[in-house]
């Protein structure tokens, strides 16, 4: 099986050619984790519209990281639930889950081989052949025209960073997951990533839930922000009104 027709969808559907649906893409419905006892997400309720960019923000330790990792599943959640498209989340097979919550983590993960043999890992694992063209074209798009047969331990942090969302989009994710994905990169890397990033959010009309401490970076992405403190949200609108509530994050 090829990519052609999911990438043909994902053209029509950021040019807006897409089946009217009143559902959120995701929504998440009072989402809850305990360990020991100790809870570090509690009854945590908003949803995502199609093409819209939701921010996180929050102190260390607020429980953003911890909401991610519910979202795709890394962890289990102890009450609650999360549904995909009107799906509940706990009938999709998590391998599939995950290709369709597409996670960008703050420290890029490679898997050892070169940047090719990255990006064709989720394809082939579903049985699919990621084209030379495709290839080409996406490594061209995250600014890496020439990289498919470079070694990824060869890359620099914003390089390995760029391979990484380019690893995420041939998986034609429905949702992006964004942890803090510039926090670990030096300040022109950072700058690069974070534009490249906006741009293709922009483009591909994509929903995004991006989690930073850094409001101003926030306000860059959405317009709209929940903030978390200790696990629970504490408030939620337009990011002009969340920055200036209460506190600001460390």
């Given at each position: 099986?090829?990519?052609?027709?999911?990438?043909?969808?994902?053209?029509?559907?950021?040019?807006?050619?897409q089946p009217a649906n009143p559902e959120p893409i995701l929504r998440a419905e009072r989402?809850?984790?305990s360990v020991d006892g100790r809870p570090l997400i509690e009854d945590v309720s908003f949803a995502i519209e199609r093409a819209e960019v939701l921010a996180v923000i929050g102190a260390s330790g607020a429980g953003k990281t911890s909401l991610l990792r519910l979202l795709n599943r890394l962890d289990e959640?102890?009450?609650?639930?999360?549904?995909?498209?009107?799906?509940?989340?706990?009938?999709?097979?998590?391998?599939?889950?995950?290709?369709?919550?597409?996670?960008?983590?703050?420290?890029p993960f490679l898997f050892p081989g070169t940047v090719a043999q990255n990006l064709?890992?989720?394809?082939?694992?579903?049985?699919?052949?990621?084209?030379?063209?495709?290839?080409?074209?996406?490594?061209?798009?995250?600014?890496?025209?020439?990289?498919?047969?470079?070694?990824?331990?060869?890359?620099?942090?914003?390089?390995?960073?760029?391979?990484?969302?380019?690893?995420?989009?041939?998986?034609?994710?429905?949702?992006l997951l964004l942890d803090e994905p510039t926090s670990a990169l030096d300040e022109a890397s950072r700058r690069d990533v974070?534009?490249?990033?906006?741009?293709i959010i922009a483009e591909r009309q994509l929903s995004c839930l991006f989690v930073t401490h850094d409001h101003e970076q926030a306000a860059r992405f959405a317009e709209r922000a929940l903030r978390l403190?200790?696990?629970?949200?504490?408030?939620?609108?337009?990011?002009?009104?969340?920055?200036h509530a209460g506190q600001n994050p460390r």
């Amino acid at each position: 099986m090829h990519l052609h027709s999911r990438f043909e969808a994902d053209a029509a559907h950021a040019g807006g050619r897409q089946p009217a649906n009143p559902e959120p893409i995701l929504r998440a419905e009072r989402l809850s984790r305990s360990v020991d006892g100790r809870p570090l997400i509690e009854d945590v309720s908003f949803a995502i519209e199609r093409a819209e960019v939701l921010a996180v923000i929050g102190a260390s330790g607020a429980g953003k990281t911890s909401l991610l990792r519910l979202l795709n599943r890394l962890d289990e959640p102890t009450g609650g639930t999360v549904f995909l498209n009107g799906r509940d989340y706990r009938s999709i097979a998590p391998a599939e889950l995950r290709r369709r919550l597409g996670m960008l983590l703050q420290q890029p993960f490679l898997f050892p081989g070169t940047v090719a043999q990255n990006l064709e890992f989720g394809p082939s694992s579903r049985g699919e052949e990621l084209s030379v063209g495709q290839l080409d074209r996406t490594l061209e798009r995250v600014g890496l025209k020439g990289y498919a047969d470079r070694d990824v331990r060869r890359l620099s942090g914003g390089e390995a960073q760029r391979v990484s969302l380019a690893r995420t989009l041939v998986n034609a994710p429905d949702v992006l997951l964004l942890d803090e994905p510039t926090s670990a990169l030096d300040e022109a890397s950072r700058r690069d990533v974070e534009q490249l990033i906006c741009d293709i959010i922009a483009e591909r009309q994509l929903s995004c839930l991006f989690v930073t401490h850094d409001h101003e970076q926030a306000a860059r992405f959405a317009e709209r922000a929940l903030r978390l403190e200790s696990g629970r949200v504490v408030a939620t609108g337009p990011i002009s009104e969340i920055s200036h509530a209460g506190q600001n994050p460390r």
